[in-house]
T-cell receptor
Framework: DAGVTQSPTHLIKTRGQQVTLRCSPK?????VSWYQQALGQGPQFIFQ???????QRGNFPDRFSGHQFPNYSSELNVNALLLGDSALYLC?????????????FGPGTRLTVT | AQSVTQLDSQVPVFEEAPVELRCNYS??????LFWYVQYPNQGLQLLLK??????LVESINGFEAEFNKSQTSFHLRKPSVHISDTAEYFC????????????FGEGTQLTVNP
């Protein structure tokens, strides 16, 4: 049973560029959440997708956007990158349809903005 | 909104010693509580969770945590640690009404020395 997978593992971008990160949820899960973890800090909730709709959003600017596909996989897009966007981006999946509140995390994508 | 405070950013201990990692939360509504562990360069792994029922919850590798509603705490304990327990530990809460969205603390680095 495959767990949550993310790609790429590492990414280096320049300020002002755009980036797309990808996530495949654990088999059978229907909900994907994205978190940003800056160095030395706890993860911060970006947004959550369920049934291809953004269900909840944290305190992040509109530069951060996402998408969920019919197969439940998801993308996180960040436009106009800033140095402060450098972080580990974590994807987590869960099965919201059954009321489960347990999230399974992927290994993350390390984004470095120079 | 809810918040999580992990009272110690770093906890150094010797192998086979007991350890307690402290976590306090604030919320105006009922919450679910979680402890996650993060090993270097990896994603988060769920260690244990409190959803309802017995206030003492245990993990398969000897950790336990007790939900104390009056003190709004969810401290993590282990009676005898191993070097392999060295990792970053995150306490997190989720509101009953917020689906599986997690609010994390800043983390506690547990370092077990020989």
């Amino acid at each position: 049973d495959a767990g949550v997978t993310q790609s790429p593992t590492h990414l280096i971008k320049t300020r002002g560029q755009q980036v797309t990160l990808r996530c495949s949820p654990k088999s059978g899960h229907d909900t994907v959440s994205w978190y940003q973890q800056a160095l030395g800090q706890g993860p911060q909730f970006i947004f959550q997708y369920y049934e291809e709709e953004e269900r909840q959003r944290g305190n992040f600017p509109d530069r951060f956007s996402g998408h969920q596909f019919p197969n439940y996989s998801s993308e996180l897009n960040v436009n106009a990158l800033l140095l402060g966007d450098s972080a580990l981006y974590l994807c987590a999946s869960s099965l919201l349809a059954t009321g489960s509140y347990e999230q399974y995390f992927g290994p993350g994508t390390r984004l470095t903005v120079t | 909104a809810q918040s999580v405070t992990q009272l110690d950013s770093q906890v150094p201990v010797f192998e086979e010693a007991p350890v307690e990692l402290r976590c306090n939360y604030s919320s105006s509504v009922s919450v679910y509580l979680f402890w996650y562990v993060q090993y270097p360069n990896q994603g988060l792994q769920l260690l244990l969770k409190y959803l309802s029922g017995s206030t003492l919850v245990e993990s398969i590798n000897g950790f336990e945590a007790e939900f104390n509603k009056s003190q709004t705490s969810f401290h993590l304990r282990k009676p005898s640690v191993h070097i392999s327990d060295t990792a970053e530990y995150f306490c997190a809460v989720s509101r009953e009404t917020s689906g599986s969205r997690l609010t994390f603390g800043e983390g506690t680095q547990l370092t077990v020395n020989p």
